[in-house]
């Protein structure tokens, strides 16, 4: 916008500066007023959709604390290991029942190594090398193949090689030794357990490898001696436990799914005097004191998204037809409404299951002014006496007779997902915003425009006058 500073009047004397800028203020005004008003309620509408969107999604993580992994299904594991460096871990998986086991280590699964020695000074060739490792089995049933490429230059070393077999994901390792008959490649093959199987080829540019390079052919495949042509090999082999008297075996030191339990072997067991190694006990019971505080979560949570909606739905009030804007961000939004409508209906509308349990009677209470809360004890009582009947009310998965958060939980997945009710409303919010603020720039165009004519036609006013003074003066100094 041109400057106010200019000589506007400055012929005749006249303070056309002060009527010029009355002149655009006022324009200003009339043409900006409904823009600023509707620019800034879409502001406040985008900061009030933001607040809601973050309320559900800390309620939607307190439903799924219960709801997903079987969350109510929580086991407490007590042992009677050392609490510093045990022999093994445990953690529970969903299937996992009440229990005690006695488990003692007697291996620990180590990694296949191989290695060779090469005289001080010796370079390979040019060529690839490739690493084949055992495939990957997908839980769709599909395999994944495990192969590292790696690119051999004719000047590379001992210590070259060795960097560029470090340069892969699938945990192959390689270090070098220096001893007396030269320089000792040592690779780990990242595979543990008595059948583990690696597989190296080294394929030369010119198409056969010689020296060096032919040496660096190596596989492991069916093979339980301690050699593989000319390189080393330390077995992996399994780990062993003993789970109340039965053994078993695994390849790595995770044992999975052993009754409903993954166990960690950390390092074997003590021995008693005869040799035999000494069992620890471990007992899995229901974690009661655990799923009433994700209980709790969820009442607070739900607790606090419905305040945050009031507040956020709270009507504005108006003097003499103005708005005051001191309602909340969202003031008489139908969609708020809607929502808050949808989730009290899930909750007061629960019906009593073929035990004959509700939400409230085990121990959710609901108030008139619609704050929920929790008696802790009645909720133990239930969770103890009755567990798969009070899961089934509150978490179940059934179309037909979904649990109660399962139901709220896919209401809230409809508003906050990518792509859901709240990023719409956001996006379409975000596109009103962009066609004030060019409304805006538009109008500011204008008002330079709208100035710059007004200081024309004042210029020529000015000019006018100043001629009429000047021909008075000169008339009056005539008469004098």
């Known amino acids: 916008m041109p400057s106010n500073i200019t000589s506007a009047g400055s012929a005749s004397g006249m303070d056309f500066e002060s009527i010029i800028a009355a002149s655009v203020a006022a324009k200003k005004n009339q043409i900006n007023k409904n823009v600023i008003y509707r620019k800034e309620e879409t502001n406040i509408a985008i900061s009030g959709v933001g607040k809601l969107k973050s309320a559900l999604t800390d309620f939607q993580k307190a439903l799924k604390a219960l709801t997903e992994d079987n969350g109510f299904n929580t086991r407490k594991?007590?042992?009677?290991?050392?609490?510093?460096?045990?022999?093994?871990?445990?953690?529970?998986?969903?299937?996992?029942?009440?229990?005690?086991?006695?488990?003692?280590?007697?291996?620990?699964?180590?990694?296949?190594?191989?290695?060779?020695?090469?005289?001080?000074?010796?370079?390979?060739?040019?060529?690839?090398?490739?690493?084949?490792?055992?495939d990957i089995k997908n839980d769709d049933g599909t395999t994944k193949k495990r192969e590292i490429k790696i690119q051999v230059a004719a000047d590379d070393t001992v210590a070259s090689l060795r960097k560029k077999i470090n340069d892969n994901d699938f945990g192959v390792t390689a270090t070098t030794v220096s001893t007396k008959d030269g320089d000792k490649l040592v690779i780990d093959t990242g595979l543990s357990?008595?059948?583990?199987?690696?597989?190296?080829?080294?394929?030369?540019?010119?198409?056969?490898?010689?020296?060096?390079?032919?040496?660096?052919?190596?596989?492991?495949?069916?093979?339980?001696?301690?050699?593989?042509?000319k390189w080393d090999v330390v077995q992996g082999r399994?780990?062993?436990?003993?789970?109340?008297?039965?053994?078993?075996?695994?390849?790595?030191?995770?044992?999975?799914?052993?009754?409903g339990l993954t166990i960690n072997v950390q390092r074997e067991s003590e021995k008693d005097d005869k040799g035999g190694y000494i069992s620890n006990n471990v007992t899995v019971?229901?974690?009661?004191?655990?799923?009433?505080?994700k209980m709790n979560g969820f009442v607070n949570a739900y607790n606090t998204l419905i305040s945050t909606m009031d507040t956020l739905y709270e009507h504005n009030t108006y003097t003499d037809g103005q708005n005051n804007y001191d309602g909340g961000e969202l003031a008489g939004d139908s969609m708020l409404r809607g929502l808050k409508t949808q989730?009290?209906?899930?909750?007061?509308?629960v019906k009593g299951n073929s035990s004959g349990l509700d939400i409230y009677s085990v121990g959710i209470k609901i108030d008139k002014d619609g704050t929920m809360s929790l008696d802790?004890?009645?909720?133990?009582?239930?969770?103890?006496d009755n567990f798969n009947a009070v899961v089934n009310?509150?978490?179940?998965?059934?179309?037909?007779?979904?649990?109660?958060?399962?139901?709220?939980?896919?209401?809230?997945?409809?508003?906050?997902?990518?792509?859901?009710?709240?990023?719409?409303?956001?996006?379409?919010?975000?596109?009103?915003?962009?066609?004030?603020?060019?409304?805006?720039?538009?109008?500011?165009?204008?008002?330079?425009?709208?100035?710059?004519?007004l200081r024309q036609r004042y210029a020529r006013l000015d000019t006018t006058i100043a001629g009429y003074n000047t021909s008075l003066n000169y008339l009056m100094s005539a008469l004098g």
Do not use: C, H, W
């Not at 109340?244 to 695994?250: I, K, N």
């Not at 989730?343 to 509308?349: A, D, E, L, R, S």
């Not at 802790?376 to 103890?384: A, C, L, N, R, V």
């Open 376 to 384: 802790s004890t009645k909720f133990k009582e239930g969770i103890k």
């Open 393 to 453: 009310i509150f978490a179940s998965k059934d179309d037909k007779n979904p649990g109660v958060m399962t139901e709220l939980n896919k209401i809230v997945d409809d508003y906050t997902k990518s792509n859901g009710l709240l990023s719409n409303r956001e996006e379409s919010l975000n596109m009103k915003l962009k066609d004030y603020q060019k409304e805006e720039a538009e109008n500011a165009t204008y008002l330079e425009e709208y100035e710059a004519n």
């Open 343 to 349: 989730v009290q209906n899930i909750m007061t509308k």
């Open 285 to 293: 019971s229901a974690d009661i004191d655990k799923v009433t505080e």
């Open 238 to 259: 399994d780990a062993i436990i003993d789970l109340d008297g039965q053994e078993l075996t695994s390849s790595t030191n995770e044992f999975k799914n052993v009754s």
């Open 193 to 229: 357990g008595k059948d583990a199987e690696f597989e190296m080829k080294f394929d030369a540019k010119d198409g056969k490898a010689d020296g060096a390079a032919a040496e660096l052919n190596v596989s492991t495949k069916n093979n339980s001696t301690n050699k593989a042509g």
């Open 77 to 134: 594991v007590t042992t009677n290991q050392p609490t510093e460096n045990p022999f093994f871990t445990v953690s529970t998986k969903d299937d996992a029942a009440d229990g005690s086991y006695d488990i003692a280590v007697k291996q620990t699964a180590s990694n296949e190594k191989i290695s060779q020695t090469f005289k001080d000074g010796t370079k390979f060739e040019e060529g690839t090398l490739t690493i084949t490792l055992p």
